[in-house]
C-alpha cells in the first residue's frame, strides 16, 4: 500500500456520515411550514426547545440510572470548542480565577482558547495516574494557588449579570481521555467534586466520546458491558445531597461532532437551571439568537426518530470497534516486541460503587475500549524525542501521529518537565480516520522506521 497514512487525525470517516439520516431530518423540517418556521429565525437563547426536549430524553436513556434530565439544565451550542470560549467569558476572569488547570497530558488546541480568554501564563496542569487525574496533585497545587493569589475579589466583571465568577476552572476529558485513552475511575470522579466544591473551582468536561464503547476484548459481546460511567456532573448533581449552592462545581460539555459529523456543529451543555441559564445568555447569543438553530432542527429529527441510535449501534460504533481491534491486534504483533507499551490506565469497573452510598444499577465487570484514541510509550532504550520520530516519520515513512510533546500545557515549566520524563515519551494513535487496512499498514510503518533507526544507531 502507498499514500499518506495519518493515524494523528480525530476526526470521523466521512464515510461515516449519515447524510440520508440528515437529509431526511432537513426535508422534515424544511417542508413543514411550523418546523421551518421554528428554524430559520434566530433561535431562543437556550436553543431549539424540541433538541433540548429530545437531549433530555436521550442523555436520560444513556446515562441511566445515574441521570434524569429534564431541559432546563440543558442548552444548545455550537461544538464543545465554542462553548468552551462561552464558559470563560461568563464565568471567569483572569486574576480572580486563579488558574486554569488541565489534565495532562492534555488536549493541545483548549490552549489557545483559554489563552485568548486571558489566561496566558495561567494554565496549569495536573498528571494522571492509572485512574485517571491525581486529585492529591490537584489539591497540593490548589492550596498553593489559593496561598499566593492577589485578587480576592472581580474588578471588571462586578455587576448583576456576574452573579456568579470561579476561582478555578478544572478542565478534563473523564471518558476515553484525548489524549491519553484514559477513562477516569469513580472514586476519582467522586473525589474530584468535593475538591471543587471547596476550592470553587468549576470542573469543565469534555464528555463527547461516552457513547463510544465496545468490549475491550474481541470474544465478549457487547451486550455485557455495565452502565456507561456517570458524567462528573452526574455526580455532582447527586453527592452528598446534591450541589452546593445553585450554581454547582461542575458543568458537562457534549458534542455531536464525534458522532455524526463536525461540520454539522451542533453541541450541548448540562449543568445546573442556573448555570445553563446564565451560560445561555452570553452577548453574542442574546444578539444573534442560538448559534446553530438551523443544524440543531436536523438533529433533533434524528434523536426523536431514533435515527442517531440507529445509526450510532448499527454503523459508528461496529466500524470503529472493528478498527480498533485490528490497531490492537497491529500493535501487539508489530509494536510491543520492539518495546513499546500501552498506557491506557486501568479500564472503567462497572461494578463500582458510589461511596455516597449509591450503587451503580448495572453490576457488571467487563473491561471497555471506546473513543478515538490509544496511547503507547516509547521503547525505553530510544534516545530520540517524539518530536524528531514524527518529524522522521512524515518525511521517511508518510505516516503521521500526534506525538507526546503536543499535550503539555503550554506556559507551564512543570508541565515540560513532567513531559521530559514521562508522558512526552508517548504518542497518540487514531482509529476513526482510517480503514482498518490502513492502519495496519501505518502500525507496520511505525514498527520500520524503529527497526530502522536501532539499526543506524
Same mark, same amino acid.
Given at each position: 500500500?502507498t499514500?499518506?497514512?495519518?493515524?494523528?487525525?480525530?476526526?470521523?470517516?466521512p464515510?461515516?456520515?449519515?447524510?440520508?439520516?440528515?437529509?431526511?431530518?432537513a426535508s422534515? =423540517?424544511l417542508?413543514?411550514?411550523?418546523?421551518s418556521?421554528a428554524?430559520?429565525?434566530?433561535?431562543?437563547?437556550?436553543?431549539?426547545?424540541p433538541?433540548r426536549?429530545?437531549?433530555?430524553k436521550?442523555l436520560t436513556?444513556?446515562?441511566?440510572?445515574?441521570?434524569?434530565l429534564?431541559p432546563d439544565?440543558i442548552?444548545?451550542?455550537?461544538?464543545?470548542s465554542?462553548?468552551?470560549?462561552?464558559?470563560?467569558a461568563?464565568?471567569?476572569e483572569?486574576?480572580?480565577t486563579r488558574?486554569i488547570?488541565m489534565?495532562?497530558?492534555?488536549?493541545?488546541?483548549?490552549?489557545?482558547i483559554?489563552?485568548?480568554?486571558?489566561?496566558e501564563?495561567?494554565m496549569?496542569?495536573?498528571?494522571?495516574?492509572?485512574?485517571?487525574?491525581?486529585?492529591?496533585?490537584?489539591?497540593?497545587s490548589?492550596?498553593?494557588?489559593e496561598?499566593?493569589a492577589?485578587?480576592?475579589?472581580?474588578?471588571?466583571?462586578?455587576g448583576?449579570?456576574?452573579?456568579k465568577?470561579y476561582?478555578?476552572?478544572?478542565?478534563c476529558?473523564p471518558t476515553?481521555?484525548n489524549?491519553?485513552?484514559k477513562t477516569?475511575?469513580?472514586r476519582?470522579r467522586?473525589?474530584?467534586?468535593?475538591?471543587a466544591?471547596e476550592?470553587?473551582?468549576?470542573?469543565?468536561t469534555?464528555?463527547v466520546?461516552d457513547?463510544?464503547?465496545?468490549p475491550e476484548?474481541?470474544?465478549?459481546?457487547?451486550?455485557?458491558?455495565?452502565?456507561v460511567?456517570?458524567?462528573?456532573?452526574?455526580?455532582?448533581?447527586?453527592?452528598?445531597g446534591?450541589?452546593?449552592d445553585?450554581?454547582?462545581?461542575?458543568m458537562s460539555?457534549?458534542?455531536?461532532?464525534k458522532?455524526?459529523?463536525?461540520?454539522?456543529?451542533?453541541?450541548?451543555?448540562?449543568?445546573?437551571?442556573?448555570?445553563?441559564?446564565a451560560l445561555s445568555?452570553?452577548?453574542?447569543t442574546r444578539s444573534g439568537g442560538?448559534?446553530?438553530?438551523l443544524?440543531?432542527?436536523? =438533529?433533533?429529527?434524528?434523536?426523536?426518530s431514533g435515527a442517531?441510535?440507529e445509526?450510532?449501534?448499527?454503523?459508528?460504533?461496529?466500524?470503529f470497534?472493528?478498527?480498533?481491534y485490528?490497531?490492537?491486534r497491529?500493535?501487539?504483533k508489530?509494536l510491543?516486541?520492539?518495546?513499546?507499551?500501552?498506557s491506557?490506565?486501568?479500564?472503567?469497573?462497572?461494578?463500582?460503587?458510589?461511596?455516597?452510598?449509591h450503587?451503580?444499577?448495572?453490576a457488571?465487570s467487563?473491561p471497555?475500549?471506546?473513543?478515538?484514541?490509544?496511547?503507547?510509550?516509547?521503547?525505553?532504550?530510544?534516545?530520540?524525542?517524539?518530536t524528531k520520530?514524527?518529524?522522521v516519520?512524515?518525511?521517511?515513512y508518510?505516516?503521521?501521529?500526534?506525538f507526546?510533546?503536543?499535550?503539555?500545557?503550554?506556559?507551564d515549566e512543570?508541565s515540560?518537565q513532567?513531559a521530559?520524563?514521562?508522558f512526552?515519551?508517548g504518542?497518540?494513535?487514531s482509529?476513526?480516520?482510517?480503514?482498518?487496512?490502513?492502519?495496519?499498514?501505518?502500525?507496520?510503518?511505525?514498527?520500520?522506521?524503529i527497526?530502522?533507526?536501532?539499526d543506524?544507531?
Open positions: 500500500m499514500g499518506h497514512i495519518n493515524l494523528q487525525l480525530g476526526w470521523p470517516s464515510s461515516l456520515f449519515p447524510s440520508s439520516q440528515l437529509l431526511k431530518g422534515n =423540517v417542508s413543514s411550514k411550523p418546523k418556521a428554524s430559520l429565525v434566530y433561535g431562543p437563547d437556550a436553543g431549539y426547545a433538541l426536549e429530545s437531549l433530555a436521550w436513556q444513556i446515562y441511566a440510572p445515574h441521570t434524569s429534564k439544565r442548552c444548545v451550542t455550537n461544538g464543545a465554542g462553548n468552551l470560549d462561552n464558559i470563560l461568563r464565568f471567569t483572569p486574576g480572580y488558574n488547570w489534565i495532562e497530558p492534555s488536549y493541545f488546541l483548549a490552549c489557545p483559554f489563552m485568548d480568554a486571558g489566561f501564563g495561567l496549569k496542569g495536573v498528571p494522571e495516574d492509572e485512574e485517571g487525574l491525581d486529585v492529591g496533585f490537584l489539591r497540593n490548589l492550596e498553593e494557588s496561598k499566593n492577589q485578587q480576592q475579589k472581580p474588578v471588571l466583571k462586578t448583576s449579570r456576574y452573579a465568577l476561582k478555578h476552572i478544572i478542565y476529558v476515553f481521555s489524549p491519553s485513552g477516569m475511575s469513580l476519582r467522586e473525589e474530584l467534586v468535593r475538591l466544591r476550592f470553587d473551582a468549576l470542573v469543565v469534555d464528555d466520546y457513547v463510544l464503547r465496545w476484548r474481541e470474544d465478549v459481546d457487547a451486550s455485557q458491558l455495565g452502565d460511567p456517570p458524567r462528573i456532573v452526574d455526580v455532582d448533581r447527586t453527592l452528598d446534591g450541589p452546593k445553585i450554581w454547582g462545581n461542575s460539555n457534549g458534542s455531536f461532532s458522532i455524526i459529523a463536525p461540520g454539522m456543529r451542533v453541541g450541548w451543555a448540562e449543568g445546573t437551571p442556573a448555570f445553563t441559564l445568555q452570553v452577548g453574542s442560538c448559534p446553530t438553530q443544524s440543531a432542527s436536523f =438533529v433533533h429529527e434524528m434523536l426523536d442517531l441510535e445509526y450510532l449501534r448499527d454503523s459508528v460504533i461496529p466500524t470497534r472493528v478498527r480498533y485490528g490497531m490492537m497491529a500493535i501487539k508489530e510491543l516486541p520492539l518495546g513499546f507499551e500501552v491506557v490506565g486501568k479500564p472503567y469497573n462497572a461494578s463500582s460503587q458510589y461511596t455516597n452510598g450503587t451503580n444499577g448495572n457488571k467487563i471497555e475500549a471506546g473513543g478515538y484514541f490509544t496511547y503507547l510509550t516509547l521503547p525505553s532504550d530510544l534516545s530520540e524525542r517524539t520520530l514524527a518529524t516519520a512524515l518525511k521517511k508518510d505516516l503521521k501521529f500526534a507526546g510533546d503536543m499535550f503539555r500545557v503550554q506556559g512543570g515540560s513532567r521530559a520524563q514521562g512526552g515519551r504518542i497518540r494513535l482509529w476513526a480516520w482510517h480503514t482498518e487496512e490502513e492502519i495496519v499498514e501505518g502500525i507496520q510503518r511505525l514498527a520500520k522506521m527497526k530502522d533507526c536501532r543506524l544507531a
